[in-house]
């Protein structure tokens, strides 16, 4: 038995027949009740063997209008079961949209007052850190320094080494710290504007062809019954429907 032939009430007692039973009928199997046997009519036509005679055409095509008349019920009924809620989740997400919205807006409000000044301290921070690990990277190099060349004997060398390692350690620190130190809510965003469409084509064009050929594919079954395509070639035929 197909999933959508309904069950028939040979096969089992009908709910509402029994004692306690006031489960409504489901609107599906409603919607499917009256078409079962042609359901099951069609599916026993559907084993790959091609209609040969006038005959069998009639009978598909008599067939085919009622399949066609139980999937205009079926899609009836489930548009009487599914609007009323549809609806219900429209009136609720409209419910909601108005003071999302206006914190949103109140949202931006506020980022963009502070917009240009933390920008700003971000560039002036940024700048700072960048000083800090420069100033980290000499002291490095000079503790390194001194502690090659200082020699095992010399106690004031061997002192200024340590004391260029104790600046190297500090430095690092620095660098750290000011690396840390980072103003809030500011973010890095990628913008752009087109200086020449037709380069940024032939661009696409030769390293981004996959993209280039679904566009075109889509252009092209959105518009081939409309207008003349070049390297398109359209054309008429009959089908059965």
């Known amino acids: 038995m197909n999933d959508m032939t309904p069950t028939s009430s040979k096969e089992g007692a009908n709910p509402r027949a029994v004692i306690g039973g006031n489960n409504p009928p489901d609107p599906l199997d409603e919607a ?14 559907l084993d790959g063997t091609q209609v040969t005679t006038a005959a069998q055409m009639k009978a598909v095509d008599d067939l085919a209008k009622e399949i066609k008349a139980a999937e205009k019920a079926v899609s009836t009924a489930r548009d009487a079961a599914t609007k009323p809620l549809h609806a219900a989740w429209q009136a609720e997400i409209a419910r909601w949209k108005p003071t999302l919205e206006d914190l949103d807006r109140i949202k931006k409000g506020l980022a963009a007052l502070v917009s240009a000044f933390k920008v700003r301290l971000k560039a002036e921070q940024d700048a700072a850190a960048r000083k800090a690990r420069a100033e980290a990277d000499r002291k490095r190099r000079e503790a390194e320094e001194a502690t090659r060349t200082a020699a095992a004997g010399d106690i004031e060398a061997q002192r200024a080494a340590a004391q260029a390692q104790a600046e190297a350690k500090a430095a690092r620190k620095a ?3 000011a690396g840390k130190d ?53 054309w008429e035929e009959q089908e059965a429907y």
């Open 182 to 234: 980072r103003v809030k809510g500011v973010r890095t965003v990628t913008r752009y504007e087109f200086e020449s469409h037709k380069a940024a084509l032939h661009d696409i064009a030769k390293n981004d062809r996959d993209a280039l050929t679904d566009f075109v594919e889509e252009y092209v079954r959105r518009h081939h019954k409309n207008r003349v395509i070049a390297g398109v070639r359209v």
């Open 175 to 177: 660098a750290s710290a």
């Open 32 to 45: 499917l009740a009256p078409y079962g046997d042609f359901i099951t009519e069609a599916e026993s036509w």
